[in-house]
């Protein structure tokens, strides 16, 4: 289940639009602003990945959607919905179709187009060839224009002519933005660029024209009136074209990562089919069949593996470099690659239903979001605009009424500059920019890495937390229990405690149930032959409590001593000695009972996982209180937190998982801010009620969809990179802020002072938004 199932309301949906035409942090208000003026309607927009996901009420249709954006004056395209029965997954394609480029793919999601790309990529091709023809016109215009030696009679002329196609042809992109948003009495930032460039140009030609004889000397001297402003027209223009052409190219680049990401998955599928075997496509695959699995080859979706053993390769899901060892009933992950013997695996989920697939929703769901500290610029940026218009006319103002009734040439052609300037290098698109193509790339980095963040919210709650609750089993521990004894009371033998417990445990997911099925499937092999166990009827479970159900007509309890409480079973003092005992020794003890009666103890015992007292060590170096906690006694708590330097003051044992939410809550009341990780079913509430739930890629569904980041390895040390990662990527967004901020509140009032050149101006505008997404591409390399 996704984000959008999860969140979405009776009779509304989720579409995604492909908006062109956007190119600052003002076109991105104005849209949201128009499609929120409809009922119901919610839409958030991506200025880098030129796209917007909209919540739409069933009264809404698409068509409406569409003419409210091309009435805003941009053109939107909606997505096809990649799975017919579920619009609200904007990544979902469906097994065995054909996807957006006609190739079948492998798990469903291989070709998908990451929102964005095509957008951006059709937005480099049509900027090139204006930006050639702009470059190879100014560099003329330039030098007859400001290098005396070049100058010959009546060079203005020439100039004008040579910069007319910059200004009309190459320019257009900002002279067609700034009309239809001045149609809709709007402004952006293409409507200071257009003004500023068409001033310069059109007060040049004016000179021109009232004096045709002004530049028939090959200089400036002597003009008479004004002067001539052509190359300050054709260098702005090609330095605004050059820079929003890199800037096009550095967003296709921040987005690579989930391109990559999503075009990993395998093509083909064998198949064992009547006990032959067939290659297919992969996205043909069905829960249910059984796939042949060579070495080198991709695993085409996820699934189980049903005979042989290997090493399987699953750097590209949870960013771990070591290969991990499979074998039978060992989960496997589609994409992923077996790397030595042959494997056959059940396919367990496909299409948009796998692993991979969910990544890529997570990713796009973040990456779309936006973050309180980005509405923040947006805010700004939807008043800069008009106010930079007034400042602009201001400054004209202020020059002519400084030169005072005997204003000449000279001071008319300041007072001209010094407008123009302000218009230039008042731009916002660097504010724009700032925070979404750094969030673009920390999250595309961080998807290599097996690390999901959720939204952009949690990079601020990754800054705040000073606690961190670590679940032990899965987190700190391998969670790979294993029975270590079995002790048998009455006229129970050992061996029928663990098949009975086994029968009862083998329905259930958790961890220790998990092993003692495991472990009674291995011994009923040993001794019997039979390869399976008992039939269960009537299972229930207890989340930190334990299970019940009849086998062989006997009714079965398996779990903790509240557990048999709950159902009134009362143990004698010798037994509860017994357990005493078990669990003093360190290790995880659980009850069975046959119709009401304790039959036994089995005794399991989990390890550490290798890296764990070294991550532990390193979020106590960002500043975190790891805290251990666990549904297990306090002796093997205890034996735990002392392994991996944690403190005894600072173990929580014997909490079930109610338990755990109000451990969350006391620590929050107490003023903590919490996060939390995890990675059972049990964990799912305290996830939830985290300030910051992060779950370990080898839990649940249910526990990464209450988590705010997921690691989808099971190192520990993945969660402090994911929070070193989600604090980098803010650190990255604030620091592109300021600078943005910074660049616009020290350029305006210098070329309102007349001492910014229009031409530097239009190239430091340009920089400034090339260096913000440069700035953010620095985060490709984290963690490398």
């Not at 602003?33 to 739409?56: C, F, I, M, Q």
């Not at 395209?77 to 904007?90: G, K, L, Q």
């Not at 002004?214 to 260098?235: K, N, Q, R």
């Not at 769901?365 to 800069?384: E, H, M, N, W, Y």
């Amino acid at each position: 289940m996704v984000n959008e199932q999860l969140l979405d309301q009776a009779g509304s949906r989720v579409i995604d639009l492909d908006i062109e035409g956007m190119t600052c942090a003002s076109c991105v208000s104005r849209v949201e602003r128009k499609l929120g003026k409809l009922d119901g309607v919610e839409a958030t927009v991506n200025l880098p990945l030129e796209s917007a996901h909209v919540r739409v009420p069933a009264a809404i249709t698409d068509d409406q959607i569409t003419a409210t954006v091309a009435a805003a004056g941009y053109k939107a395209t909606i997505r096809s919905p990649r799975h017919p029965a579920n619009v609200a997954d904007p990544l979902e394609i469906p097994a065995a179709q054909p996807s957006v480029n006609g190739r079948v793919t492998g798990d469903g999601i291989e070709g998908a187009t990451p929102p964005g790309e095509q957008p951006v990529s059709k937005t480099a091709a049509v900027l090139r060839p204006r930006l050639i023809v702009a470059a190879v016109l100014t560099v003329p215009v330039f030098a007859i224009s400001m290098i005396p030696v070049f100058q010959f009679p009546n060079w203005g002329w020439v100039a004008g002519a040579l910069a007319l196609p910059v200004v009309a042809w190459a320019a257009w992109p900002f002279h067609r933005a700034a009309a239809i948003n001045a149609r809709h009495m709007a402004s952006t930032m293409d409507t200071l660029v257009s003004i500023g460039v068409i001033a310069a140009f059109a007060f040049s030609a004016g000179q021109l024209l009232a004096d045709p004889r002004l530049t028939e000397h090959p200089a400036m001297e002597g003009m008479g009136s004004g002067g001539l402003y052509f190359e300050v027209a054709s260098v702005v223009t090609t330095f605004l074209l050059l820079g929003r052409y890199l800037e096009a190219g550095a967003k296709r680049r921040a987005g690579d990562a989930l391109k990559a990401l999503l075009s990993l998955g395998a093509k083909d599928a064998t198949v064992l089919r009547n006990g032959r075997e067939e290659q297919i496509p992969a996205g043909q695959l069905t829960v249910g069949e059984v796939m042949v699995v060579r070495p080198g080859e991709k695993i085409a979706t996820d699934g189980v593996v049903l005979d042989g053993s290997s090493a399987v390769d699953a750097s590209l899901v949870t960013g771990e470099s070591v290969p991990v060892e499979v074998g039978p009933d060992s989960l496997v992950t589609g994409a992923t690659i077996n790397t030595s013997g042959r494997l056959l695996v059940r396919a367990t989920r496909v299409g948009s239903e796998t692993t991979l697939a969910q990544m890529g929703r997570l990713v796009s769901a973040a990456q779309t979001g936006k973050a309180p500290i980005a509405r923040l610029a947006d805010r700004i940026s939807a008043v800069f605009v008009p106010v930079v218009l007034a400042v602009a006319a201001l400054t004209f103002g202020a020059w002519l009424l400084a030169a005072g009734p005997a204003a000449g040439p000279d001071e008319v052609r300041a007072a001209f500059t010094a407008a123009v300037a302000v218009l230039v290098i008042a731009c916002p698109c660097a504010l724009g920019l700032a925070t979404p193509v750094g969030l673009l790339t920390g999250t595309g980095r961080g998807a290599q890495l097996g690390i999901l963040i959720k939204g952009p919210q949690v990079l601020e709650d990754t800054r705040t937390v000073d606690t961190i609750l670590l679940d032990k089993t899965g987190t700190v521990t391998t969670g790979r229990l294993a029975v270590d004894g079995v002790q048998s009371f009455g006229p129970h033998s050992e061996a029928e405690v663990l098949r009975l417990a086994g029968a009862v445990e083998d329905a259930s997911e958790h961890p220790i149930a998990r092993a003692i099925a495991a472990s009674a499937l291995s011994a009923e092999r040993r001794n019997n032959g039979s390869g399976s166990l008992p039939a269960v009827a009537g299972f229930r479970s207890a989340p930190g409590g334990g299970v019940q159900g009849t086998v062989e007509g006997r009714r079965v309890t398996a779990g903790r001593s509240g557990w048999l409480q709950t159902n009134g079973i009362a143990p004698e003092a010798a037994q509860l000695q017994a357990l005493a005992a078990a669990e003093g020794s360190g290790a995880t003890a659980i009850w069975l009972a046959v119709d009401g009666e304790p039959a036994g103890i089995i005794s399991l015992r989990d390890t550490l996982k290798p890296g764990s007292a070294a991550a532990i060590s390193r979020l106590r170096g960002l500043g975190l209180r790891p805290i251990l906690l666990t549904g297990d006694n306090a002796a093997v708590a205890a034996q735990v937190a002392a392994a991996v330097g944690i403190a005894a003051e600072d173990v929580f044992a014997g909490v079930l998982p109610e338990g755990k939410v109000e451990a969350v809550r006391k620590l929050q009341s107490a003023g903590a801010t919490v996060a939390m990780a995890g990675d059972g079913v049990n964990d799912a509430a305290a996830l939830a009620q985290a300030d910051l739930g992060i779950a370990m890629g080898s839990g649940t569904d249910v526990a990464i969809e209450a988590a705010d980041l997921t690691v989808m390895g099971n190192d520990l040390g993945q969660v402090a990179q994911a929070i070193e990662l989600s604090r980098r990527t803010l650190a990255t967004i604030k620091t592109n802020l300021f600078w943005a901020f910074f660049y616009n509140a020290v350029g305006i009032p210098v070329a309102a002072l007349g001492l910014l050149n229009p031409m530097i101006a239009g190239a430091a505008m340009a920089a400034s938004s090339v260096l913000v997404v440069a700035n953010s591409l620095r985060l490709r390399s984290f963690g490398r």
